[in-house]
């Protein structure tokens, strides 16, 4: 039951990826932690949004800007070493609360997101996009407010931030696995996430044009504001 629970979720969230070009992932990690043990939260999510990710990308593949690549590429490379060295000094009872304090930053901090706004590299946007990965899960798209800038065509940007945010997320998904998670442990439930997370970047792709992205995103921050708040509770029961 759960499996189909999770499948469902990943489904709508990847859909909301596909349509509005963020805010799927750092859904589903905030709901992650209702059913999967501590240890599994990152590792698992970050499988499953490379599906969704690599999909997406696939999908609206003509309107990737490929020339961002490699800077983001070198960028994450460094980033994901140094913190996944940061990882081993912090104990995974305390990532409900980073995960929590993450969000509701990104969603209400005008302060953090006009620091974050700041990182106008592809270096450096992709050492804190992919670095901190791996501490929080997902950072959402940092890359999505130069992409903006830098083209006007959405599809551009939904589709080269696919790329993007696949290349952060195969990276955690490495770091995890040279730590000795065993992915064995959850394959079954992993091939249902993927399977819906494919599915759902199609309908979103498909939807992208058809939907108020303002209102569905304004709807979006307070879901997310609820489960970080009870992420970061959940440290103290």
């Known amino acids: 039951m759960n499996d189909f629970i999770l499948g ?4 709508l969230t990847s859909v909301l990826t596909g349509a509005v070009g963020m805010g799927g992932g750092l859904l ?13 939260l990152i590792p698992v999510h970050g499988l499953t949004q490379i599906s969704s990710n690599v999909s997406r990308a696939y999908f609206g593949h003509k309107d990737i800007q490929y020339s961002v690549v490699p800077k983001f590429l070198i960028g994450s490379l460094i980033g994901v070493g140094i913190f996944a060295f940061l990882l081993n000094l912090i104990t995974i009872n305390y990532i409900p609360l980073f995960i929590g304090t993450y969000i509701l930053l990104s ?3 005008q302060t953090f997101n006009e620091k974050i706004k700041k990182y106008e590299s592809y270096y ?6 992919s670095g901190l990965s791996v501490v929080v899960g997902t950072t959402g798209p940092l890359a999505i407010t130069k992409l903006l800038k830098e083209f006007e065509d959405n599809d551009k940007v939904v589709a080269t931030s696919a790329v993007l945010m696949s290349i952060t997320h195969i990276l955690k998904a490495l770091v995890y696995l040279n730590f000795g998670f065993i992915f064995a442990d959850y394959l ?8 819906c997370s494919i599915l759902g970047s199609y309908v979103g792709t498909k939807l992208r044009n058809k939907i108020d992205g303002k209102k569905l995103f304004f709807a979006l ?9 009870k992420s970061i509770l959940s440290i103290f029961q």
């Open 28 to 40: 589903l990690i905030a709901i992650l932690p209702s059913f999967l043990p501590l240890n599994a």
């Open 107 to 109: 969603l209400w901090s």
């Open 124 to 129: 450096v946007i992709g050492f804190f996009q």
């Open 8 to 11: 469902l979720i990943t489904f």
């Open 188 to 195: 079954g439930m992993i091939f249902f996430m993927i399977a």
């Open 221 to 229: 921050r307070i879901v997310l504001s609820i489960m970080a708040l």
